[in-house]
């Protein structure tokens, strides 16, 4: 699929099919994780794949107690191991790069027929707690994943004049 067309078609999904995710499609998915950049290429995500029903239901208490989170037949939290560490930028490397690595799987999951949705509603600390997750690593992100069972709904979204001006600052 060509990338822009993938790009097209992500949404965020919050009704899935009650089928799983195939290994070769999860491992597709990791690879495209693996091959995203990261500062000093330090490659900190880690991802916990997560598909037994009670763990999701777990995570969805977790998160805001979003139907979907349980639904959904993988839902994957999003890690990093940096801990801390920052950019000269002053930018957190765990989200940036955990980020970069999880948009990586949402597009690739759509050139697979998959459909996702970042996650960012919920408590680190339960969901650190539902899955043994160290204190020193930072949980991110979750997503969630599966064939999809809706359809998109257009979101609106800024111009590109409203996002981008050339050589100095000008909105
Ligand atoms: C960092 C981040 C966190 C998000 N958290 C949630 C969430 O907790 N629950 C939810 O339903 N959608 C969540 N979303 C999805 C956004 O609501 C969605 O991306 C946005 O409305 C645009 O819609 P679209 O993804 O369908 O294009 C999140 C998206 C991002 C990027």
Redesign the pocket.
């Known amino acids: 699929m060509d990338l822009m067309d993938a790009i097209k078609q ?5 009704a899935y099919q009650d089928k799983p995710v195939e290994a070769d499609k999860l491992n597709t998915l990791f690879e495209a994780a693996r091959l995203a950049p990261s500062a000093r290429n330090s490659q900190d995500w880690r991802f916990v794949v997560v598909t037994n029903p009670e763990t999701r239901n777990a995570l969805q208490s977790a ?2 107690n ?1 139907p ?2 349980g639904q959904a037949p993988v839902v994957l939290a999003a890690c990093s191991c940096t801990n801390k560490r920052m950019n000269l930028c002053a930018q957190p490397y765990a989200s940036v790069n955990v ?1 970069i690595a999880l ?1 990586h799987i949402a597009l690739a999951a759509v050139s697979l027929g998959l459909a996702t ?6 408590k680190p600390q339960q969901v650190r707690q539902i899955l043994n997750i160290p204190t020193d690593i930072t949980v991110v ?2 997503m969630t994943l599966g064939y999809p069972a809706d359809k ?4 609106k ?1 800024l111009k590109q004049n409203e996002i981008a001006c050339y050589e100095k600052w000008e909105f």
């Open positions: 992500r949404y965020s999904c919050r998160a805001a979003q979907f989170v980020s948009e949705c970042w996650v960012g509603s919920f992100e979750l998109g709904a257009s979101q979204r």
